[in-house]
């Protein structure tokens, strides 16, 4: 990451996603949030496929690799839940974690769901609440919607949403007591709309971690 955009160069922020889909999610998001820098896109399906087959440290090479590589980007966003711990660990405020911003906006309720498709996402989301959550005393409970990833595998998305929404709304009615809903991988964000009846509020990762990239990114060029 270069630390800052010399005189006359344009602002940039690189995405490092683990599928195809994200690539024009994310830059409708970007427009969307006025964002008028470049925008660049790596996708690598192979290492959440190895992450959760082997474990994140078989990735970690080659996360390293791509963050390290991404030399022309004032922020660099990953958008993968799981791989989340690693980018932790590089501790620098222009490698961003997608679901930070989502979890410490959750942590300002006394109790929330947290809902997630994929088991390998469970850990690093939940410690990453608790992280937030530490001054607060928010609790947390986990919905797994496995019955919602093959639709996605299979590239039918309103099955997935319709698939999530309903795993979701399950346990809010039979837990009124809950204070918000985290959708808490990017791809889930299309199952708000679907929950807006709840009556409870949903935050979904993709959204507050677009904002939150490019106020880094004008952060770093004032």
Same mark, same amino acid.
């Given at each position: 990451m270069r630390g800052g955009t010399s005189e006359g160069a344009k602002m940039k922020?690189?995405? &490092? %996603?683990?599928? *195809?889909? %994200?690539?024009?999610?994310?830059a409708g998001l970007f427009a969307a949030q006025g964002w008028d820098g470049a925008l660049d896109h790596i996708v690598r399906p192979d290492l959440l496929a190895r992450a959760q087959a082997d474990g994140l440290d078989a990735v970690t090479g080659d996360l390293t690799a791509e963050l390290t590589g991404a030399v022309d980007a004032d922020?660099? &966003?990953? !958008?993968?839940? !799981? &791989? /989340?711990?690693l980018i932790d660990r590089f501790d620098r405020a222009d490698v961003l974690r997608i679901d930070r911003p989502a979890m410490s906006a959750a942590a300002a309720y006394p109790s929330v769901l947290i809902a997630l498709c994929l088991e390998s996402t469970r850990s690093p989301s939940l410690a990453l609440f608790e992280a937030c959550a530490k001054d607060t005393g928010a609790q947390a409970r986990v919905v797994i919607c496995s019955d919602a990833w093959p639709h996605f595998e299979a590239g039918d998305m309103n099955a997935f949403y319709r698939s999530i929404a309903q795993s979701v709304g399950t346990v809010v009615l039979a837990a009124p007591? !809950?204070?918000c809903i985290v959708l808490a991988q990017a791809s889930? *964000? /299309?199952a708000a709309m679907l929950l807006s009846d709840m009556g409870v509020p949903v935050l979904t990762t993709p959204v507050l971690a677009v904002q939150h990239a490019i106020k880094t990114a004008r952060q770093a060029n004032r």
């Open positions: 922020i690189t995405c &490092l %996603h683990t599928g *195809q889909v %994200h690539v024009d999610r994310f922020v660099v &966003l990953c !958008t993968c839940s !799981t &791989l /989340g711990p007591q !809950t204070g889930m *964000q /299309g």
